[in-house]
Nanobody, 122 residues
Framework: QVQPVESGGGSVQAGDSLRLSCSIS????????MAWFRQGPGKEREFVAAISWVGIMEAYADAVKGRFTISGGNAKNSVILRMNNLKPEDSAVYYC???????????????WGQGTQVTVSS
């Protein structure tokens, strides 16, 4: 079993940058793929970015492509999400998740962190 723990959220102005970190503890010897999801008020949880367990493959939601970068991976026991040029619509609780399948679907992810709040003011 893997336990992701997020950190690095906060309140910023539009155009600012934030760096979210996800540390991974537990049975990290398995080949878990990692991803970030987010959930805004009154919205469903949505995919943000994913990275394969050794960091070779990456995927991004269209809404964040070119602004967000995911790095690390389970093989490195941490996953980083660098968020640049933040917009008010990026405001949400951001979750780190782990799965044995490389996927952009939240249903495929078995293990979830508690989430970290990101608030972007205009």
């Amino acid at each position: 079993q893997v336990q992701p723990v997020e950190s690095g959220g906060g309140s910023v102005q539009a155009g600012d940058s934030l760096r979210l970190s996800c540390s991974i503890s537990g049975r990290t010897s398995a080949n878990y793929h990692m991803a970030w999801f987010r959930q805004g008020p009154g919205k469903e949880r949505e995919f943000v970015a994913a990275i394969s367990w050794v960091g070779i493959m990456e995927a991004y939601a269209d809404a964040v492509k070119g602004r967000f970068t995911i790095s690390g991976g389970n093989a490195k026991n941490s996953v980083i999400l660098r968020m640049n040029n933040l917009k008010p619509e990026d405001s949400a609780v951001y979750y780190c998740a782990a799965s044995l399948r490389y996927s952009t679907s939240p249903e495929e992810y078995e293990y979830w962190g508690q989430g970290t709040q990101v608030t972007v003011s205009s």
